[in-house]
């Protein structure tokens, strides 16, 4: 298997930093072959702008998602973001791993998520019934590959529990998840945390490598999250609401969003 890992700590000596070679040392371990963009390290630049876009005339407005899609169809993407998109294509499977920061992304992943990412290689590609709505959530490019998030959060397990302050850890992270893994066709994963990571001790810190260890060995084989796809027929078009025979009558949120336990069996 060929694994993309995708880093954003600024701290090589930090927990997240011993986590990852941890995690690139039991992939190779079992022979698959790692590659690594480490954004901090890299000197990623985080945000879109006019840069991005070279052949943009210089009096055009600048409209991000019309201007990616016309660097990327002339090939006039930035050289940095032409090399990870190769990466993408490359891996059969992607790693994204940062820290949980104020509930989300580190700025500098999510630039590199904007910029990569871009409209006719990411998302709104290829043949479909009704074009007008793309072939996103659950189809598109990187469709038959796999993603999965290596997560650390400051705080207790409980605290991301359902009933937790912090709310709950799937729901934290379904953005990513969900709307930007699984909507350019990814099979995600379900994601690897580790809590308390400012307090751990020597046995706290072994016990999350092992479980980071399982997760690699089993890379190949977990069962990933069963979202529904956009375009499966379980959702009205051009509403995109859920049918209104699918989950629970009086259930709302994002669990609406996975597959009936009956069906996904």
């Known amino acids: 298997m060929k694994v993309l890992l995708v880093f954003a700590h600024p701290e090589p000596r930090s927990l997240n930093g011993a986590l990852r070679d941890i995690a690139i040392k039991e992939l190779e371990a079992q022979g698959h072959e790692v590659r690594v963009s480490d954004l901090y390290a890299d000197g990623w630049k985080s945000e879109v ?3 991005d876009f070279p052949s943009l005339a210089p009096d055009a407005r600048l409209i991000a998602v019309a201007a990616s899609k016309s660097a990327f169809d002339a090939d ?16 059969d499977t992607l790693i994204l791993q940062f820290p949980l920061w104020w509930f989300s992304l580190p700025a500098i992943l999510k630039g590199w998520v904007e910029r990569v990412f871009a409209y006719g290689f990411a998302y ?16 598109g490019t990187l469709v038959g590959k796999r993603a999965m998030l290596i997560v650390t959060a400051g705080g207790w397990e409980e605290h991301y529990a359902p009933r937790g302050v912090n709310g709950a850890i799937d729901d934290l992270l379904f953005p990513i998840n969900h709307g930007i893994l699984y909507y350019p066709g ?28 399982e997760r690699m060995r089993t890379l190949g084989t977990t069962p990933p ?7 499966g027929g379980d959702y009205l078009i051009p509403t995109m609401q ?18 009936d336990e009956a069906a996904a069996d």
């Open 124 to 139: 709104g590609v290829g043949e479909h019934s009704d074009k007008r709505w793309g072939d996103r959530y659950g189809e």
């Open 186 to 213: 990814y099979d995600v994963l379900p994601p690897f945390v580790a809590y308390r990571v400012d307090r751990l001790d020597e046995s706290g810190f072994e016990a999350n490598a092992e479980r980071l260890r």
């Open 242 to 259: 859920l049918r209104p025979e699918l989950g629970e009558a009086a259930a709302t949120g994002l669990a609406m969003h996975l597959k």
């Open 76 to 91: 006039t993407l930035t050289d940095d973001v032409k090399a990870e998109i190769e990466k993408l294509l490359w891996a």
């Open 225 to 231: 999250i069963p979202y529904r796809q956009q375009n």
């Open 49 to 51: 702008d006019r840069d």
